[in-house]
């Protein structure tokens, strides 16, 4: 009998999220599963890890299926660096993160838990891959979504990814999908609208509310193939280096 | 009379640090100075933003000179957020973020609240430096920074930044620098140790510790670069997308 490939899965919305059991069911159709995820929400923690403070991790069962299954007091990159390091025998063949609920398109990716979660496996070199569907909804519809998961992580497994990329696949709001596009992050960013309340003892205080605004009218970007219906796929690299600058730079008086 | 440039700075080791202290002493000799600042250290936050909580901002004054000072309750990210969106009366000309007690060349990046601060910046279209010493010590010495700080600093306002690029300037640990080196960020990760203890009630836990592993062997890396004792400079960008590998996707069966 062929050795099943080992699949590692994490979120950055808890274990418990309806997004990450979607997510199992389908791995497990694929692979042996161990799931190493957050034990309470850690939404917009970007690629925060935890230095000073300690790190604890339960084994435990939270539905049925042979999944094994840890919860974790970290963020999403500890989740994958303890799973690594210390809780699985061997290196995983794929590491899926998600299914998000909400959007991670366009530069969402820089404020991601469920990327942070893929970037993470993909500089310990394991192919990866963030998932996350347009709905904020904590009881959204993720059927829909299950073709295209199995097709995705069995197309990363067969081919595998270049050194220094993982995938970000979002998924439009919808009941049926016109199919998949590969896309390039959308040049957008947030309107930050801070609201500014004064709390019983009369000082001030903020919550961080903001409108997306997109400027980038490409017809290859993620925005673009999720408002026209698609699956899109981005290909993410953690080189950051803006390569194009590097000979301007040269000419600056430093 | 001209007008003097408005400075934004900020960090991640906290208001009070000496890094930032320093950083502000000299941003004072170029232009109007108001720092926005996480009350307490952030280091390891990423790019982190503040969603589920609320925010605080307090104007205050840690020690003499001409600039303004807040300190606020959230993550670098949201500093910079709070100063644009409601602090500054004007989008500033340059915002500076450190100096970092520590390392963010090569893959610290990722996880650098110093660097998401300046990212941030960049996101809302201001050009943006993240400084970083290779000294974790409270007590560094950043005076021998204070020349190139000015020198890197006056450089971005002249010339500006591309669109979606900030810079990345890291120094050596030394008294004196050999210049400066434009670089880009090796290709290097960190070999992971879990510090696995038993706490007084039975339980287990663990610490995050780990090895910096530099596996690339190039001459234009800020590594390199920095073990030759240079300042290494090198731009970042936040369009994540490896557009080299969309081609090879489209040929996926997808």
Chains 1, 2 share one sequence.
């Not at 061997?90 to 469920?114: F, W």
């Not at 097709?151 to 995938?167: E, H, T, Y």
Request: contains cysteine; hydrophobic residues 40%.
């Amino acid at each position: 009998m062929a050795i099943k490939p080992l699949i590692l899965v994490t979120n950055d919305d808890g274990i418990t999220a309806p997004g990450i059991r979607t997510l199992i069911h389908v791995m497990n159709t694929i692979g042996d599963v161990v799931v190493v995820a957050p034990d309470s929400p850690q939404s917009g923690m970007g690629h925060a890890i935890t230095l000073d403070t300690t790190l604890h991790c339960n084994k435990i069962k939270i539905d049925d299926g042979p999944q094994i299954e840890y919860a974790c007091s970290g963020t999403p990159a500890d989740c994958v660096k303890l799973a690594v390091n210390e809780i699985l025998d061997r290196k995983p063949d794929l590491c899926v993160s998600g299914i998000n609920h909400g959007s991670n398109a366009s530069i969402n990716v820089i404020y991601s838990g469920t990327m942070s979660a893929a970037v993470e496996a993909g500089v310990e070199g394991i192919p990866a891959i963030g998932f996350s569907l347009l709905d904020y909804n904590w009881d959204a519809d993720f059927k829909p979504l299950k073709t295209y998961l199995h097709k995705i992580a069995s197309n990363v497994l067969k081919n595998g990814l270049p050194d220094g990329v993982v995938l970000n696949v979002n998924f439009p709001k919808a009941t049926k999908f016109k199919g998949i596009k590969v896309s390039r992050q959308a040049r957008a960013n947030w309107k930050e609208e801070f609201d500014k309340r004064t709390n019983p003892q009369g000082k001030e205080y903020y919550w961080l509310t903001g409108k997306f605004v997109n400027l980038d009218k490409g017809q290859d970007t993620d925005i673009y193939a999720l408002d026209q219906n698609y699956v899109s796929v981005v290909p993410v690299q953690f080189d950051l280096t803006a390569h194009h600058f590097i000979s301007t730079l040269n000419t600056w008086d430093l």
